[in-house]
């Protein structure tokens, strides 16, 4: 997963909605997926990067065998799994970069440490004059307008603090600008964490990213006019294949389709245990068991395990690209799962309704209806959650763009953990949600179980929620249901074999 944003607590004040009503002596979907299940999911995705190069990124031979895996398990249970093949950029650090000050003060900086290298940067060796860009006048970053490198001299480096707008942007206006490598320093809310990001698509140019206090000490050394950097990065960017993997029920009503899904792949620095084989691993599970509650199942039920995620959210964004419109009306909402297990992490709900106005994007109509199921079912509980921002990050975002709902929980990535919030979840204040966030030692010993158990059964509740009915999610193009009773009741439907 990409970098995630999370905003304000929402107590036990709810009211809890009603949930599938079940038949006598039948468990919930909740009931029925449980982390015993989740838990081996986690720990093959853990062996599979073991045996090959540490990682499951996409591109590389990991990923394959995690998709035979899946495709295996859903072959299975009974499913007919569907692998889409599709083109990416690959993007690998081959050694890692180096970063130093050669003047005025002779520094050199540690890898993972102080800084790390942006997915798809540029290789090249720079020693280089470095030049500060000035955030905007909101403070929320710099680089993100051309006007902004007004005065740059062409072979600088540029020192660009993040926010506001992508890498991406960012960095093309720096290299139209004429610099000869990009070096980002973190937001101050972020104090000691270096920036880890991607540049979406592959660059020229060296890309690294910093702390924030590192990057206020340069930036007054740049503007003291004697700052020069040494930035040398050995990289790879080439044209790859990889997949995304699609599953669903053969039973519910096909003009109504429930989607719920996460991305498998890994960054390549580590396995991903958390980042994501908590949520694929649920979502895995979830498939497994839905079986036992197909009497309650009114509508058809699709899973989806996304590749290149880590690229920008790429296999999602192929995968609803390339849906007629027919068939992007037949989805009736999206629910994703993307890190659901962060060691110190929170019980986090995506803003369907808006509320909090941070969105990335205004969400669609009816993502209101998909955060009220999970505010109710952990009101229900006596669990608190915290409101999350949509920004943008992963791959709820590429249905979000098609105008379907979407909404899903998280547990956070490497933003620190306030005092507010560790009174609220445990933990401990101060420390990243998920210290080892796109790293190596993301493995199957960085989960907290007790909250990975906690989002699973939410997750659980959300899909037989809407499995069994979605009228109150509005949606102008979700076509109407052949059993209109079924859909509104739960009652009299009949299971296709």
Same mark, same amino acid.
């Given at each position: 997963?990409?970098?995630?944003?999370?905003?304000?607590?929402?107590?036990? %004040? +709810?009211? $809890? #909605?009603?949930?599938?009503? =079940?038949?006598?002596?039948?468990?919930?979907? @909740?009931?029925?997926?449980? !982390?015993?299940?989740?838990?081996?999911?986690?720990?093959?995705?853990?062996?599979?990067?073991?045996?090959?190069?540490?990682?499951?990124?996409?591109?590389?031979?990991?990923?394959?065998?995690?998709?035979?895996?899946?495709?295996?398990?859903?072959?299975?249970?009974?499913?007919?799994?569907?692998?889409?093949?599709?083109?990416?950029?690959?993007?690998?650090?081959?050694?890692?970069?180096?970063?130093?000050?050669?003047?005025?003060?002779?520094?050199?900086?540690?890898?993972?440490?102080?800084?790390?290298?942006?997915?798809?940067?540029?290789?090249?060796?720079?020693?280089?004059?470095?030049?500060?860009?000035?955030?905007? %006048? +909101?403070? $929320? #970053?710099?680089?993100?307008? =051309?006007?902004?490198?007004?005065?740059?001299? @062409?072979?600088?480096?540029? !020192?660009?603090?993040?926010?506001?707008?992508?890498?991406?942007?960012?960095?093309?206006?720096?290299?139209?600008?004429?610099?000869?490598?990009?070096?980002?320093?973190?937001?101050?809310?972020?104090?000691?964490?270096?920036?880890?990001?991607?540049?979406?698509?592959?660059?020229?140019?060296?890309?690294?990213?910093?702390?924030?206090?590192?990057?206020?000490?340069?930036?007054?050394?740049?503007?003291?006019?004697?700052?020069?950097?040494?930035?040398?990065?050995?990289?790879?960017?080439?044209?790859?294949?990889?997949?995304?993997?699609?599953?669903?029920?053969?039973?519910?009503?096909?003009?109504?389709?429930?989607?719920?899904? +996460?991305? $498998?792949?890994?960054?390549?620095?580590?396995?991903?245990?958390?980042?994501?084989?908590?949520?694929?691993?649920?979502?895995?599970?979830?498939?497994?068991?839905?079986?036992?509650?197909?009497?309650?199942?009114?509508?058809?039920?699709?899973?989806?395990?996304?590749?290149?995620?880590?690229?920008?959210?790429?296999?999602?964004?192929?995968?609803?690209?390339?849906?007629?419109?027919?068939?992007?009306?037949?989805?009736?909402?999206?629910?994703?799962?993307?890190?659901?297990?962060?060691?110190?992490?929170?019980?986090?709900?995506?803003?369907?309704?808006?509320?909090?106005?941070?969105?990335?994007?205004?969400?669609?109509?009816?993502?209101?209806?998909?955060?009220?199921?999970?505010?109710?079912?952990?009101?229900?509980?006596?669990?608190?959650?915290?409101?999350?921002?949509?920004?943008?990050?992963?791959?709820?975002?590429?249905?979000?763009?098609?105008?379907?709902?979407?909404?899903?929980?998280?547990?956070?990535?490497?933003?620190?953990?306030?005092?507010?919030?560790?009174?609220?979840?445990?933990?401990?204040?101060?420390?990243?949600?998920?210290?080892?966030?796109?790293?190596?030692?993301?493995?199957?010993?960085?989960?907290?179980?007790?909250?990975?158990?906690?989002?699973?059964?939410?997750?659980?509740?959300?899909?037989?929620?809407?499995?069994?009915?979605?009228?109150?999610?509005?949606?102008?193009?979700?076509?109407?249901?052949?059993?209109?009773?079924?859909?509104?009741?739960?009652?009299?439907?009949?299971?296709?074999?």
């Amino acid at each position: 997963m990409r970098k995630i944003a999370i905003g304000t607590l929402i107590g036990l %004040a +709810a009211t $809890l #909605g009603a949930a599938p009503s =079940a038949n006598a002596g039948t468990p919930s979907l @909740a009931d029925l997926v449980q !982390l015993k299940d989740i838990r081996p999911h986690q720990l093959a995705f853990q062996t599979i990067a073991n045996n090959n190069g540490g990682n499951r990124a996409s591109g590389e031979v990991g990923f394959e065998k995690s998709a035979n895996y899946v495709v295996a398990k859903l072959t299975l249970a009974g499913y007919k799994p569907t692998i889409q093949r599709f083109a990416f950029p690959f993007y690998k650090e081959v050694t890692p970069s180096v970063f130093a000050q050669t003047a005025p003060s002779p520094t050199s900086y540690i890898h993972g440490t102080d800084y790390r290298t942006l997915d798809y940067s540029g290789a090249g060796d720079v020693t280089a004059a470095a030049v500060a860009v000035d955030p905007d %006048a +909101a403070g $929320l #970053g710099s680089g993100c307008e =051309a006007d902004d490198f007004a005065g740059f001299t @062409a072979g600088s480096i540029a !020192l660009i603090r993040r926010g506001g707008c992508t890498f991406e942007v960012k960095t093309d206006n720096a290299q139209k600008a004429g610099a000869s490598a990009v070096a980002y320093y973190q937001r101050p809310d972020v104090p000691d964490a270096p920036v880890e990001g991607t540049a979406l698509r592959p660059f020229t140019i060296p890309l690294i990213g910093f702390t924030n206090k590192l990057g206020v000490e340069l930036v007054q050394a740049a503007k003291a006019g004697d700052l020069k950097l040494h930035i040398k990065t050995d990289t790879i960017s080439e044209q790859r294949t990889t997949s995304n993997i699609v599953a669903e029920t053969a039973y519910g009503n096909p003009d109504r389709v429930v989607t719920v899904g +996460a991305h $498998l792949d890994s960054v390549a620095a580590g396995p991903g245990i958390n980042d994501n084989g908590s949520g694929a691993g649920t979502v895995l599970t979830i498939a497994q068991k839905i079986g036992e509650i197909r009497g309650r199942v009114n509508n058809r039920v699709r899973f989806t395990f996304w590749g290149a995620e880590e690229g920008g959210d790429l296999g999602s964004k192929y995968y609803v690209a390339n849906l007629s419109a027919e068939e992007k009306a037949k989805i009736a909402l999206y629910l994703n799962l993307d890190m659901i297990g962060s060691p110190n992490g929170v019980r986090g709900v995506l803003d369907g309704d808006d509320s909090l106005g941070t969105n990335s994007s205004k969400p669609p109509a009816g993502s209101d209806a998909i955060e009220k199921a999970f505010t109710d079912y952990y009101a229900g509980r006596k669990l608190p959650l915290k409101q999350d921002a949509f920004t943008g990050s992963s791959d709820y975002q590429s249905f979000m763009d098609a105008g379907i709902p979407a909404g899903g929980v998280r547990s956070g990535t490497d933003t620190v953990k306030t005092a507010e919030e560790a009174a609220v979840f445990g933990g401990t204040a101060g420390v990243a949600y998920d210290p080892c966030y796109h790293q190596a030692c993301d493995t199957y010993n960085n989960v907290n179980t007790t909250l990975l158990n906690e989002l699973a059964d939410g997750a659980a509740y959300a899909t037989e929620t809407f499995a069994n009915s979605v009228p109150m999610v509005k949606r102008d193009n979700v076509p109407t249901p052949t059993n209109q009773t079924a859909d509104k009741t739960g009652a009299g439907h009949t299971p296709a074999s």
